[in-house]
């Protein structure tokens, strides 16, 4: 489900928005990471570490992309953006890849600038960079009580949802052009 006209070509670096640590891998506020791995396995690609962030290059219709992880937590992402902006790249020229409580897990959506919508990730980047990046939401459901929010981000996906992660990920990838 695309709302706006994405074109791949326009695209320089993709970040993923996580926590750092094997305490946060596999929960779902860091399916973003969890997708550029997928990326970045799909590729054979090598992740390294530069400052505060963890990298790896791809060659997708050939052209490079960069593959970026911040190793702050997901609040500080936008402390990635000064190693971005030294080497020219535009807010435009980004696909932020990140969890969507409004979207039902196995959905996603793509989309040109917006507001954080509460995401902190995203609030920190807006802050370093401006609002005009593109989005991959990646739906991971709303629970009932929003109380229970944060909890909710940070838990690990249920067995049955992790199983689905890899299909889900090739289903976007391939659908947005991705691979």
Same mark, same amino acid.
């Given at each position: 489900?695309?709302?706006? $006209?994405?074109?791949?070509? &326009? ?6 928005? &996580?926590n $750092?640590g ?9 399916i ?8 970045? %396995? ?7 570490t530069? &400052?505060n ?17 911040p190793?702050?937590?997901?609040n ?10 030294? %080497?020219?790249? %535009? ?10 409580l ?10 040109l600038?917006?507001?954080?919508? &509460? ?10 960079c ?10 991971i459901?709303? $629970? ?7 909890d909710?981000?940070l838990?690990?996906? $249920?067995?049955?949802e ?10 976007v990838?391939?659908q947005?052009?991705?691979i």
């Amino acid at each position: 489900m695309t709302t706006s $006209p994405f074109v791949v070509d &326009g695209i320089s670096v993709i970040i993923g928005l &996580g926590n $750092p640590g094997p305490k946060f891998s596999m929960t779902r506020h860091n399916i973003g990471f969890l997708f550029l791995e997928y990326l970045a %396995k799909t590729f054979h690609a090598s992740w390294r570490t530069v &400052g505060n962030t963890e990298i790896a290059t791809i060659r997708l219709q050939d052209k490079e992309i960069l593959l970026v992880k911040p190793q702050t937590f997901m609040n500080s992402s936008g402390d990635v953006w000064p190693i971005l902006a030294k %080497k020219g790249i %535009k807010s435009s020229q980004v696909l932020v890849v990140h969890d969507e409580l409004e979207k039902k897990f196995g959905t996603h959506q793509v989309r040109l600038g917006g507001s954080a919508r &509460g995401h902190n990730g995203l609030r920190s980047l807006i802050t370093r960079c401006g609002e005009e990046f593109w989005r991959l939401r990646l739906g991971i459901d709303r $629970p009932a009580d929003k109380n229970t929010v944060p909890d909710y981000v940070l838990n690990r996906f $249920p067995k049955a949802e992790e199983d689905q992660l890899t299909a889900f990920f090739e289903r976007v990838a391939l659908q947005e052009k991705l691979i």
